[in-house]
């Protein structure tokens, strides 16, 4: 511990990382206070999942989803920014957008009768609605790569594979990680709402809740999902920090 | 026309103009000159109250500025800068009529007023009036500033290194058209620039101004030959004072009488520096001059630009 | 001269899809599965219709890129297009007319791919002809009504997603006008608020400080979580003022919804608006304030207008995102398009969630075309 330096310790994403993981499992310890702001309710403390189980089924189902949204973003990105690509840059917009203007519950609705209730329709409902902004940005984050530079690549003899992997994307990584950040901070609420078919996130309190009309549950999911979003938003601060590159 | 009594500006602890002090009157064309940073385009936009002055007076028509409200100043008050700032979203016979629009006149007076504007900064109005900014080359762009600034024929003109951005032929043909607007016009024109050939070409008196503060005021001739520091000195550039010398003279300063000259005759406003010019150029000694009709009037000795 | 490789892909998926996926499902009622009827049981005699802009679009896609090529993808699409839908309503019909009357017909999967792929092969090729914007809207418009006329003509009455809507016109009605209504109004104070917080935001930094953290903070609360926070309040609220519960202001319903519509819109037009303001020439700028505009009449007629464009697509996203989060409202009990689409759901009436979910996308598509065209004509000009 010595070992560490101070400024470790004064780090707001270690901090908050623990409020969530300590609020995870000491929740149920707290059901006297929910007991005492809600003295109506029968059932002020929510019992039907662990709260544990439902933040990991929340962030597996995010980062798989986000994953998968990355690969295919990132990857039809690229390859619309190529010269090979560039005239299917139009038809994959048209397909990105059409999916964006399907609500993630309705993609959710029509999932389920295709692959069932739980984990899989949430996971594709995050996908289609994840993919967007990661391609936007990935495709804007490309274009502001100045073309002179690649030329000059090119000139000293790089392939184009090289240029793409040493040159083009290390200075396009701010605005890809901004567009990640983005999808999945979305993701984080369209996963809450997927609890509506069966899937096991932080959602299942706050739908259940709404249901019942029980303030207690919608506040113990409200809050923890809160923490679990402070705590992706500035992980990816973090992140966008290190892969900022100085542009000179 | 306008009065700067004393004033200074100073931002925080940092003073950016001290204590200046000149005026301008009507049909006077005043540069202001000075390297980086000399607070020549502070001190200009001090006067259309750009930028409040912190200390001093400036009147201008004889009226404090203070007293006046600031966009209403303005309107009286012609403004051409360096990035001209065409309104892009409006064609150029919008942009003309900007001014005469905000102070209320009557549409087809404003569009007569623009067409006549264009016309005189020599593009055809049937063709410019309907083009929007993005179509025009940058000197015709600033052209078009020009016109809007003239367009509710403001009795003051304040420019701010308007030609800087512009190659040197549209910048010289720009230079001879403007001085030719003011000699016609009578306005009296500030003009902030850090090219002392231009302030040569251009002014009828010159302020110098050096880290804020003013160095000297004079016409043209007087910062040539009688610098107030070593600074003016050089900054008016010491190496080819001859040369710069005869640049503020014309011909008609030496003109003898002739009866007739051979070869081709100069006019009589040309400068003496062209005169040389012509001379060296062509080998000869002398040059018939002719007036403004063609007429032969006398001639130009080479001799007679020895002689101070 | 090279093909035109988009179209072939398409064409190539549209071969892989057409036996592999199902048209058309029959299911006995509407609790059972479908049974799948693939395209190899038709078309006959009026279905063979289609066969020929199939046949078209096949050829055009190893054609060379011309003008002429394009031209007839359009039409072959769009032919294609309304003779599938009619397709899909006739074969309803004759598989309706052997079978018992509780018999449940839904749109398959192909028939959902097929509609995707004929529709992006459209678009594509109205961009490769370079016509002007709103000639491209006339020719989808022109498809809607098409598909809009068949409808009527009820050509596609044995389809399960039209019976669901013939079983509850009105309250379809009353959904599609409570689903508009809750955008609208919540759109309406993002306008009059966004817009001078924008400008505020960008006129004083300090503002902008602690305004876009707090609005990004707002969009990261998951829509549910802040339906269900907003449900204390307003329910608090309409015991303490039992007026309001009579005015229909309560912890449920319409207000929580459109508040909550109206707190999420607010960040990309806010954000947009000052972006757009940032993004205005200062050259002009300084000339105008130069001329002697007044600051007011430099905002109106300088500043706005060439901050248009992207003030523009600030709220188009807001509007898109309204219109999606306000399926979710369903939740809450406001009502509107994503009641329906939750009732299917948790009937497993595939065709009821159609019914919900198909209006939402065309109200978001049509909005996105409209905003479309404004932008583009607000950005005539360069700036």
């Known amino acids: 511990m010595s070992a560490w330096p101070l400024r470790y310790w004064r780090d707001p994403l270690l ?131 100045p073309a002179p530079l690649c030329d000059a690549a090119r000139g000293i003899g790089m392939g184009e594979a090289s240029i793409l992997r040493r040159v083009e994307l290390p200075l396009a990584a701010p605005l890809i990680v901004g567009g990640i950040r983005t999808s999945v901070v979305i993701n984080v609420g369209t996963a809450t709402i997927a609890s509506t078919v069966g899937a096991r996130t932080l959602g299942l309190p706050i739908i259940i809740g709404l249901d019942g009309a029980n303030l207690a549950y919608i506040l113990q999911g409200g809050v923890l999902l809160g923490l679990l979003a402070i705590v992706l938003d500035l992980a990816f601060a973090r992140l966008l920090a290190a892969v900022q590159v100085r542009r000179g | 026309m306008i009065e700067l009594e004393h004033v200074s500006k100073r931002y925080g602890a940092t003073t950016v103009v001290e204590d200046v002090s000149f005026t301008v009157a009507a049909g006077e064309f005043c540069v202001l000159i000075g390297s980086s940073g000399a607070g020549k385009s502070t001190t200009l936009k001090m006067i259309n109250r750009l930028i409040p002055h912190s200390a ?210 100069i006019a009589v406003t040309a400068s003496l520096r062209q005169a040389l010019s012509r001379m060296v150029a062509e080998g000869v000694d002398r040059l018939g001059v002719i007036d403004g009709a063609g007429k032969l009037i006398g001639a130009i000795h080479l001799a007679d630009l020895l002689r101070r | 001269m090279r093909a035109n490789r988009v179209l072939l892909l398409l064409v190539l998926a549209g071969l892989a899809a057409t036996p592999s ?37 096949i050829l055009a896609s190893v054609l060379p890129r011309r003008r002429a ?64 914007r709103w000639a491209g809207a006339m020719v989808g418009a022109a498809v809607v009504a098409g598909f809009l006329m068949l409808l009527l003509s009820g050509a596609l009455d044995a389809l399960g997603i039209v019976h669901e809507y013939a079983a509850r016109r009105d309250v379809f009605a009353a959904a599609v006008l409570r689903h508009a209504l809750m955008v609208a109004l919540a759109l309406l104070p993002t306008l009059l608020i966004g817009l001078p917080l924008g400008i505020l935001a960008r006129r004083r930094p300090a503002v902008a400080a602690w305004l876009f953290p707090l609005l990004n903070i707002v969009q990261t609360i998951p829509s549910i979580a802040l339906f269900g926070l907003l449900l204390a309040p307003l329910s608090a609220l309409a015991r303490l003022f039992p007026a309001l519960a009579a005015l229909g202001i309560g912890g449920i319903g319409l207000l929580p919804a459109v508040i909550a519509l109206f707190l999420y819109a607010l960040l990309p037009v806010v954000r947009d608006s000052a972006d757009g303001l940032a993004g ?71 065709d009821l969630v159609l019914l919900g ?3 939402i996308v065309l109200m978001a598509l049509a909005v996105n075309a409209l905003f479309d065209l404004a932008i583009a004509y607000a950005d005539r000009v360069p700036r």
């Open chain 3, 357 to 359: 979910v198909v209006p």
């Open chain 3, 21 to 57: 996926l199902a048209f058309l499902t029959v299911a006995a009622n509407r609790l059972v599965s479908g049974v799948s009827v693939g395209f190899a049981a038709l078309p006959r005699g009026e279905g063979a219709a289609i066969l020929l802009p199939a046949a078209l679009l």
């Open chain 2, 56 to 265: 001093g007076t400036i009147r201008v028509g004889g009226r404090d500025i203070r007293e006046l409200e600031p966009a209403a100043l303005r309107r009286r008050i012609g403004y051409v800068i360096q990035s001209i700032g065409l309104f892009p979203h409006w064609t150029v016979a919008r942009n003309v009529a900007a001014v005469p629009e905000l102070i209320g006149w009557a549409a087809a007076r404003s569009l007569a007023r623009a067409a006549a504007l264009l016309e005189q900064l020599k593009l055809p109005p049937g063709e410019f009036l309907e083009k929007y900014p993005h179509q025009l080359s940058i000197g015709q762009q600033q052209r078009v500033g020009i016109a809007r600034a003239l367009a509710a024929d403001p009795d003051i003109l304040l420019m701010d290194e308007p030609f800087g951005a512009l190659d040197p032929i549209t910048r010289e043909v720009l230079q001879a058209e403007i001085a030719e607007i003011q000699r016609a016009s009578r306005k009296a024109v500030v003009f902030v620039t850090h090219d002392m050939e231009e302030a040569l070409r251009l002014a009828s008196r010159i302020v110098v101004m050096d880290r804020g503060r003013l160095v000297q005021v004079g016409t043209p001739l007087e910062l040539l030959t009688a610098p107030a520091s070593a600074f003016v000195r050089d900054f008016v550039g010491s190496d080819d004072l001859g040369i710069k010398l005869l640049g503020v003279a014309t011909v008609a300063e030496r003109l003898r009488s002739a009866a007739s000259a051979p070869g081709e005759p």
């Open chain 1, 15 to 145: 901090w908050t990382g623990l409020a969530l993981v300590a609020l995870v499992l000491l929740m149920p310890s707290t059901k006297p206070f929910f007991a005492a702001l809600f003295p109506k309710l029968p059932r002020p403390m929510f019992d039907l999942d662990s709260f544990a189980d439902l933040l990991i089924g929340h962030m597996l189902v995010v980062a798989a989803s986000s994953v998968a949204a990355t690969a295919l973003g990132v990857g039809a990105g690229v390859f619309v920014s190529r010269r090979a690509g560039a005239e299917f840059r139009a038809v994959v917009g048209s397909i990105v957008t059409i999916g964006q203007t399907f609500p993630p519950v309705a993609v959710l609705a029509v999932a389920v009768p295709v692959v069932g209730f739980g984990f899989e329709p949430a996971f594709f409902a995050l996908l289609l609605y994840g993919i967007l902004p990661i391609l936007e940005n990935t495709i804007a984050g490309l274009a502001s790569v």
């Open chain 3, 69 to 132: 090529t394009h031209l007839l993808v359009v039409i072959a699409a769009a032919a294609f297009l309304l003779l599938l839908v009619r397709l899909a309503g006739v074969e309803a019909a004759r598989l309706a007319a052997a079978a018992p009357p509780a018999v449940r017909i839904s749109l398959g999967a192909g028939f959902w791919v097929l509609l995707l792929l004929a529709a992006l092969a459209l678009g594509d090729a109205i961009r490769r002809l370079e016509l002007p």
């Open chain 3, 280 to 350: 205005v020439s200062p050259a002009a700028l300084e000339a105008g304030r130069g001329l002697g505009m007044t600051p007011r009449q430099l905002l109106w007629r300088v500043e706005l207008p060439l901050a248009l464009p992207v003030l523009l697509a600030g709220l188009r996203v807001a509007t898109l995102q309204a219109i999606g989060l306000a399926a979710v409202a369903a939740l809450i009990g406001a009502g509107g398009l994503g009641a329906i689409m939750f009732q299917g759901l948790f009937a497993d009436a595939l």
